[in-house]
């Protein structure tokens, strides 16, 4: 986790940079806006900015917005300067810290940002069959493609390919091809030159400079664009890079990870991703199981998050009932790990007795699990259902059976984009541009973690 700390480095931000440092950051820092954007501008990377609320943050923003620079921006200030956290939220900044800091909000805001505080637990034979196999390709240089579905923990893998590596005393830089726009995407990897476009007022490195020696993940690479993925391609098998508006090209020393949620194989055959490059990125396939397939995970990692939940919101942690452990073991987990460390996170929160019972394995909106019941009941219900949604479609257009379609497969994902769209077997954009024409016509869409709200974030 790198964190760029912006603004006068004294007091209680001082204090802030020692809490994040003690978490394992690490933490770069300058005083001014423009300092900040020349340093990302280097190739100085940071995964996340913190700065301080004096700043001018729409400025900075709109800087990085104009240069293609792609970076999660957070405020921090006196808790009683309410004014001025509203409007760093307005101009864009993803959270608000207040001053004096406290180390578990430091900590938080640091885990969801950067993903880091995912241990890699597993006990199941399948998974550790998996670990194996990456220790034996960890130490080369191969290109190394992680499948399986949303959740599995493809992330958390590429990570530890990369502290396996005899590159993990390099950087380790990610790049979600997902989530950053299609237009942003080509400077966010390979950087570009002053005046390449409107707003490149300044050289800028990309992710690929910025990995030199090191390992580069690029997440959920299927939603990359064809044109973008010929010149990955040419990145891969020259081992150079040419910067958008860029004159010569830039060698590279870097190792290749990449992760897809679909059938990446099967994208190729059919056009809808290059084969060749499937091929370069493809040397070794690491398939993650799904979470259902490894019964032994689910109780393990069921234990990992009471204790670590318990321990985050100051309550006494309390072993899990047999009941609820069998109960846990035969639910289905469509959302693989993120799916029960939410359902754990609230179950900590819901218990009452001296133990994690039934009673507290909870939906998000507090219902219970229908998955303890008979198998003739399910069919029951499943026949009632469809029977309802045959006649429920009688008399609306395509577009409103489409979109009712995806809002209630994004509520069921409680809110995963990614997953819904593996789903729903269309692309991460194309769901985020469904979801964008939802909101505008003031539709409720649901957010990571099952809030809804009718604005597109």
Known sequence: MRLLIVGTLNGQ????????????????????????????????????????????????????????????VVACGVDTDARAAVNAIRAGAKEYIPLPPDAELIAAVLAAVADDGHSFIFKDPKMAEMIRLADQVAPSDASILITGESGTGKEVMARYLHRKSLRRDKPFISVNCAAIPENLLESELFGHEKGAFTGAVARRIGKFEEADGGTLLLDE?????????????????????????????????????ATSNRDLQGDA????????LFYRLNVVNLKLPPLRER????????????????????????????EARRFLTRHNWTGNVRELENTMHRAVLLSTGPEIDVEAIRLPDGSQYDNAAPAFGVAQKAAAAADAATRTFVGRTVSEVEQDLILKTLDHCLGNRTHAANILGISIRTLRNKLKEYTEAGASVPMPGGEARASYG
């Open 13 to 72: 931000l001082s204090t802030a940079t020692k809490m994040a440092m003690a978490k394992g950051a690490k933490v770069t820092h300058t005083e001014t806006v423009e300092q900040a954007i020349e340093t990302l501008r280097s190739g100085r990377g940071a995964d996340l900015l913190m700065v301080d609320v004096r700043c001018d943050i729409a400025a900075m923003i709109a800087s990085l917005a104009a240069e293609h620079i792609c970076v999660p």
């Open 221 to 257: 690479i299927s939603e990359m664009d064809l044109r973008l993925q010929a010149k990955l391609l040419r990145a891969i098998q020259e081992r150079e890079i040419d910067r958008v508006g860029g004159k010569a090209p830039v060698k590279v020393n870097i190792r290749i990870l």
């Open 269 to 276: 055959r059919s056009g809808r991703f290059r084969e060749d």
């Open 295 to 322: 019964p032994a995970d689910i109780l393990a990692l069921t234990e990992h998050f009471a204790e670590r939940y318990a321990r985050a919101n100051g309550v006494a942690a309390k072993p899990v009932s047999l």
